[in-house]
């Protein structure tokens, strides 16, 4: 096993692709390696009992250094110890050309293993490159904004061009499908705004011009709160639609602003229902859109006035940590279950406790214009009820002139 940037060992499940194929190429190589080692060994073995007549000599005797011994009786014969005998010099002859075969073979074995690993490195290199620069476009496409960029690989067409073609068509309908849905949303939108218009106006002047029965004047009221309570709907989801795709404009935005901004807007909205807000600003430059932002930070300040108790508290803070911009906005309220959070950020999501003049679209307009500023949106549940949401923009370093408060 090897160990990872970490320094924890690897199990072979867990080694990059380069390398596991790196791992099984040298291990078959080894192994059928050992199996060739083997069989030429016993070939060498059965080749040389084959031709153990030509190897053999009929004696080999060694020079005589001692004196002459009495001749043997015929009844007791004997074979003088300076004499070997054919058998004996053919063992000898056999052990050492063998042990020597094994030994050179197995150090051959070795080495070219280590060369055959080495290769398939490269090899495994040179092949995964370009599947490599696949990974990377798509890890680039999916942190853009949009889905106008393509792959375009180039080369043979192997199996890692077909699936950069494959991805590249995926990414054409997925374009056409939310470009289609966006269109859609945005066209409806306007189309809609119209008619709203004409029905409030032809429902205010009646009301303002004291025309209207008092019998009636109540439905009068129903109806110009739902025509407003539809106006809202439609400029939140011309908000979602642009937040999802547009290109942020590299303008310098301070979210200190877009929070001071949110609170006076929302400065008599609190006040009536008695939510105390306690502001700690402090300065957050980043680049981007800046209707978008300030839309940001006054969501999540609406979110957390209208998702309150009475006599409740909502905290607002800004500033820079780490090279992020933040905005943080918490509030007190009902309890909330940590799996609960991310339903709320989908769009028309209201709460367990919501007011009816709320959308539901507030959060997921924030999620979505975070995400097109490459930012990063967090929410924990406190643990006294309530929620605090944080979102994190690259900081830009230039700071503006510094204000005293909200």
């Known amino acids: 096993m090897t160990r990872g940037r970490t ?16 791992l099984m190429t040298t291990t078959v190589f080894a192994v059928l390696g050992s199996g060739l080692l083997l069989l ?28 002459p011994t009495p001749t043997a009786t015929p009844q007791s014969p004997s074979i003088p110890a300076s004499i070997t005998t054919p058998a004996q010099h ?32 490269w090899g495994s290199s040179r092949s995964l490159h370009r599947l490599s620069q696949v990974t990377a476009a798509a890890r ?13 690989l180039t080369g043979p067409h192997d199996e890692v061009r077909e699936l950069g073609d494959t991805f ?28 709203l218009t004409l029905q409030r106006t032809a429902l205010e002047i009646p009301l303002a011009q004291g025309r209207v029965p008092a019998d009636l004047r109540p439905a009068f009221q129903r109806a110009l709160d739902a025509t407003a309570r539809s106006e809202r709907l439609i400029a939140a989801l011309l908000t979602l639609a642009h937040g999802e795709s547009a290109q942020p404009a590299p303008q310098p935005v ?44 006054l969501n999540l300040l609406t979110n957390a006035v209208r998702h309150n108790h009475h006599d409740g508290t909502a905290t607002v803070t800004t500033g820079t940590l780490g090279g992020l911009a933040f905005i943080e906005v918490g509030n007190t309220g009902p309890v909330l279950d940590p799996d609960e959070i991310p339903a709320l950020f989908e769009p028309f999501q209201r709460g367990r ?9 507030g959060l997921a307009v924030v999620r979505a214009i975070t995400l097109t500023h490459h930012g990063e949106l967090t929410a924990t549940p406190r643990p006294g009820g309530g929620l605090t949401v944080r979102v994190e923009l690259p900081a830009t370093n230039e700071t503006g002139p510094a204000e005293s408060g909200l």
Not at 254 to 282: H, V, W
Not at 353 to 361: F, I, P, V
């Open 254 to 297: 301070d979210l200190k602003d877009a929070a001071r901004d949110a609170l006076a807007d929302l400065a008599d909205e609190a006040r009536t229902a008695g939510i105390r807000i306690i502001a700690d600003p402090g300065p957050a430059p980043v680049t981007g859109d800046p209707s978008l932002l300030r839309q940001v930070a």
């Open 40 to 67: 030429n060994w016993l070939s060498t073995r059965q080749l040389l009992k084959d031709n153990r007549h030509r190897i053999e000599p009929e004696s080999v005797l060694a020079p005589a250094r001692t004196a």
């Open 353 to 361: 406790e919501h007011r009816s003049d709320g959308t539901g679209l």
């Open 7 to 22: 320094g924890r060992r690897l199990s072979p499940h867990e080694l990059p692709l380069r390398g596991r194929l790196t």
């Open 140 to 152: 680039r496409i999916s942190t853009g904004s949009t889905l106008d960029e393509r792959l375009g």
């Open 168 to 195: 590249d068509t995926m990414l054409d309908r997925l374009d056409r499908s939310f470009t289609a849905q966006r269109s859609f949303t945005a066209h409806a939108s306007h189309e809609l705004r119209t008619p």
């Open 90 to 121: 053919f063992e000898d002859f056999q052990h050492t050309v063998l042990s020597d075969l094994l030994l050179r073979s197995l150090l051959l074995l070795a080495v070219f293993t280590a060369l055959a690993g080495l290769l398939a490195w």
